[in-house]
Nanobody, 117 residues
Framework: QVQLVESGGGLVQAGGSLRLSCVASGRIFSINDMGWYRQAPGKQRELVAGITRGGSTNYADSVKGRFTISRDNAKNTVYLQMNNLKSEDTAVYYC???????????WGQGTQVTVSS
């Protein structure tokens, strides 16, 4: 299995920045895609950004131009740089890994991001 631990969340004013980190452990050699998701109160969990093993990325329309996902394979870490944060970005952010030939999935415990207006 793959274990994921997120960090970097917190309280920030609108227009500010945060960088989230997700460190993977376990069967890291089998990781395929990784991604960041978020879930706001009363809403469904949604994809924020994804990155493939090869480094291709995709973003939700709501964060394009503001958020950047990156991957440091040597450190087994995926980052989410969030700039120009808005109040609607407030949510719990989760890291997700797709791994193995059967494309198993595991999630981190989540980290809270709160943007004050």
């Amino acid at each position: 299995q793959v274990q994921l631990v997120e960090s970097g969340g917190g309280l920030v004013q609108a227009g500010g920045s945060l960088r989230l980190s997700c460190v993977a452990s376990g069967r890291i050699f089998s990781i395929n895609d990784m991604g960041w998701y978020r879930q706001a109160p009363g809403k469904q969990r949604e994809l924020v950004a994804g990155i493939t093993r090869g480094g291709s990325t995709n973003y939700a329309d709501s964060v394009k131009g503001r958020f950047t996902i990156s991957r440091d394979n040597a450190k087994n870490t995926v980052y989410l740089q969030m700039n120009n944060l808005k109040s609607e970005d407030t949510a719990v952010y989760y890291c997700r890994a797709d791994y193995g030939l059967r494309h198993s999935t595991n999630w981190g415990q989540g980290t809270q991001v709160t943007v004050s207006s």
